[in-house]
């Protein structure tokens, strides 16, 4: 599409200025933000999150092979959103030993597997040395395997397991096997969730302090939204903002990836789920908000894969990957596949319209 035609068509959804700065390169602004969440015409959104899209990525659509492993559901956390959370002696709790969690890496041995990406709930009882353990027993299985592992409230707590700042538990961690950290448990920064729904959990200020230690200790980080509860557009726009904020400080994130609320078997059974609609227009503001992010990721375990595919047009250039055997969303009521095999994948991306690249966690191509 011409930058005339996308103009124009922006005008006559009432965006003009907004895609006006979008075409020039220059940085939306919180109430732009705002105004792209409310605007009624979401395919206008879209369009102006496929401009950026492909002017950073062309037709190009990144996946990789890899492996979830939930090591433990027991957690102190109590967040009102999730289903996965068990406390010891309830039905389903379980906690993996290493030998456990070798054997899941072990399983996939034949598989071309280049990642595990590897989290859990919060339990104060699991000592230090477990998640060094874990982490060596999964070296020791798959040498060549990347380690993407522990959110930043997992790795609060590991630290104060550890009684030492997180300064010197990274490095550790890094010696074990440690490769990169995931985007999760960000859910949503602002104070007032917080306080609702998930109040023993750490602060937005404290994830993104977490976040800028992981990244000064040479780690890159994903990062995440946990959208459609309830939160509100301004709050949203904070969130995203304030990730903004931190990598223009230190360029560690490389993926940004929204997250929509799966209500099923919650306390929040109640609140309804976003819609596909939803979850477009959430990824399309993630690509326009956050310009210093190199990937935007339409994590297809959570979508109908058709939402997945859409996305790719609104936004995204990343679906993540192969995944076999996916706990959290699935306790939640996801109703996707657990595991998908490559060569579906990669057809579920040329049906898009794009083209798949494989790409390790770091996205260099396989
Ligand atoms: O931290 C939990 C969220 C996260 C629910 O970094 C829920 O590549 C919706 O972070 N409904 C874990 N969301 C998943 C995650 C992730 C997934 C894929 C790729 C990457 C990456 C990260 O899921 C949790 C929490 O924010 N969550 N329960 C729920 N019922």
Redesign the pocket.
Known sequence: MTAERLLSRARRAGLGEIAEKVVARERLSLEDGVALYRAPDVHAVGELANWVRERRHGDLAYFNVNQHINYTNLCNKL?R????QRLPGQEGAYLMTPEQVAEKIRAQLHEPVTEV?M?AGVWPKIPYEYYLDILRAVKAVRPQIHI?AF?M?ELDQIAKKARKPLEEVLPELIEAGLGSV??????VFSERVRQETYHLKNSGDEWLEIARKVHQAGLR??C?M?HGHIETPAERVDHLDRLRLLQDETGGFQ?Y?P??????N?EMADVPAPTALDELREIALGRLMLDNIQHV?A?W??MDVPVAQLCLSYGADDV?GTVVEEK??H??GATTPQEVQREELIQWIRDAGRIPIERDTLYGVV
């Not at 959103?81 to 996965?84: L, N, R, T």
């Not at 995931?182 to 859910?187: D, F, L, M």
């Not at 997250?259 to 099923?264: E, I, Q, R």
């Open positions: 967040c959103f999730c289903a996965f990406h989290v993407k959110t409230v995931p985007g999760g448990g960000a859910e980080s994903n995440t946990l993926t990836i997250l929509s609320f799966h209500p099923d919650s990721k994590y375990i959570l993540d959290i969303y306790d939640a």
